[in-house]
């Protein structure tokens, strides 16, 4: 099939990193894209300056993770700072790589990551990318899945004629004034939070004395967070007030002053004011993120306030949760009602990152001298417990609760590294003839099942029917087996889950594409796979 035919494909709208990622995701496991960008480019201006490591996973498993990591740099953590810059508290991130494989939090230029995905894209033999074409209409939204392709009407801006496009399923990623929502008549619900900020990105000829992590200041009369993102790269974000004037805070002298506590000076000398905007931050959820054959990711589908540096990095958590289960149902191992689980999954997970960060946003920067006091009393108990600092300063996200996981529980209790819903660690493993590797790199983003037994015929059944590739953890050197993969965890303190499963024989593990574990069996049952696998009639 040509990248220009590919009806039986899905067609992303948007080509931000959402878009790009989540149209990698379906290529690279054999699905047709057409991507749509109104864009002729990457757009050229900082957003998003944090990613984790949880979610740095999913550009690795697109091939541009070692990129993205030599363009970025691991963030320390988190100071909370009060009005005279002295610390309230802090709370540490690893720099070095750590459970997920990767630093804990990463510090980017977003148009060098929309620079890597672009290209990556381009070049893609399964995507047939289209710049400069803006989205208009969407016909048989809501028709059955095995129906006739969905029509996607567009126009191309360059010379205004009209363009049509068909696939399988239509991906919305184009952002907070998403086209696609407005066209299926979805609706964003307000959680309570609207805030203007004034958010400066900086160049700085000489490097700033400054710490590296990300600093936020509690102070109630102006407060402000301010970050080292890259190289010679700064970010500062300043609250507003209601009515203020963002003029008044932008001009040289006024500007020079805001940042003054971290120059040391009163000018801009040395600084190049790569862009100063005022945004308003939102807390917001689409009413529903699937509408028939309408799938909605990323800004179009929520908002989320910057306080954590999740709102990227909940896109990409959709694309990852989303791709692998189109690839499923498209190449007929499952059956369409698994479409329906990313709403299940993905609305409540994004409600609550979404309300974390109102929370956390609240409690750094809302109230005024009585809720100061309160903060900041509550602050210095809070930074007295380790588990309090491990949690503020964690980057995990909640697993999941609901949607393609083991229902039918048939181990009490898992290890805690083990439990449903929440994602395998991406320890480095060793594989036969000794090369280490990270555990992904063996996953390869398929359904796989893990164990430490000798695969008895009735596993490797179920695994060669079910489409689960079988792996193997053993406690000494891996060998050759063309039945299944063995690996040996590296470090111990970072392979619980796999140590887990190696030190007791009777557990077997569904693990899903984007990492979710899916399904624990004990006493060496057979595992039960959340998802139905009937082939599909193909379509007319």
């Known amino acids: 099939m040509s990248r220009a035919d590919a009806t039986d494909g899905v067609i992303v709208v948007g080509a931000g990193p959402v878009g790009c990622t989540a149209a990698l995701l379906l290529a690279d496991r054999g699905i047709p894209v057409t991507v749509l960008e109104r864009r002729t480019r990457p757009h050229p201006l900082p957003r998003a300056v944090h990613l984790d490591d949880e979610v740095t996973r999913t550009l690795h498993r697109v091939g541009v993770g070692e990129a993205f990591l030599a363009n970025s740099r691991p963030g320390s953590g988190l100071r909370l700072l009060d009005a005279q810059h002295r610390v309230l508290g802090e709370f540490r991130r690893e720099t070095q790589r750590g459970v997920n494989g990767f630093p804990a939090a990463n510090m980017f230029h977003q148009p060098d990551l929309d620079a890597l995905l672009f290209d990556r894209v381009a070049q893609h033999p399964l995507i047939d990318f289209r710049l400069g074409v803006e989205v208009q209409a969407i016909a048989d939204v809501c028709e059955p899945f095995t129906a006739t392709p969905i029509v996607v009407l567009a126009r191309r801006l360059e010379d205004d004629t009209g363009q049509t496009f068909a696939g399988r399923l239509v991906l919305g990623c184009d952002g907070a004034n998403s086209t696609v929502r407005d066209l299926v008549g979805a609706t964003m619900h307000d959680l309570g939070f609207t805030e203007r900020w004034l958010v400066v990105d900086i160049r700085a000829d000489r490097g700033l004395d400054t710490w590296d992590g990300v600093e936020q200041v509690c102070d109630p009369a102006r407060a402000a967070t301010f970050m080292q993102v ?93 791709a692998w289960k189109i690839a499923q149902v498209l190449t007929g191992h499952a059956s369409p009602d698994l479409l329906a689980t990313y709403e299940t999954e993905r609305r409540p997970h994004a409600r609550a990152l979404i309300r974390k960060a109102v929370l956390v946003g609240w409690a750094m920067t809302g109230g005024q001298d009585r809720a100061a006091t309160v903060r900041r009393i509550a602050l210095a108990l809070a930074v007295r417990s380790p588990r309090v600092r491990d949690l503020i300063g964690s980057t995990a996200t909640p697993r999941l609760k609901s949607g393609a996981l083991q229902q039918n529980r048939r181990i009490a209790r898992p290890p805690r590294s083990l439990r449903v819903g929440g994602l395998m660690p991406n320890p480095f493993v060793s594989i036969a003839g000794g090369k280490q590797i990270r555990l992904d790199d063996i996953l390869q983003a398929r359904p796989v099942l893990l164990t430490s037994r000798l695969p008895e015929p009735a596993l490797l059944n179920l695994c060669h029917d079910r489409h689960l590739t079988p792996i193997r953890v053993v406690d000494s050197d891996p060998q050759p087996d063309g039945r299944w993969v063995e690996v040996q965890p590296v470090h111990s303190g970072l392979s619980s889950a796999l140590g887990a499963i190696r030190d007791d024989p009777t557990l077997t593990v569904v693990v899903r594409p984007d990492g979710v574990i899916a399904g624990v069996a004990a006493r060496s049952r057979l595992p039960d796979l959340p998802w139905g696998s009937p082939r599909l009639p193909t379509p007319a």
């Open 230 to 322: 890259s190289g010679d790269r700064y970010r500062w974000e300043f609250q507003l007030h209601d009515g203020e004037n963002e003029a008044d805070l932008t001009d040289r002298l006024a500007l020079g002053r805001l940042l003054e506590p971290w120059t040391r000076r009163r000018d801009l000398d040395g600084l190049d004011v790569v862009r100063s905007a005022v945004y308003t931050f939102r807390a917001r959820l689409a009413t529903q993120v699937q509408v028939g054959r309408v799938f909605l990711l990323g800004d179009a589908a929520h908002l989320t306030p910057p306080f954590i540096g999740q709102g990227l990095g909940s896109g990409l958590r959709d694309a990852d949760n989303l």
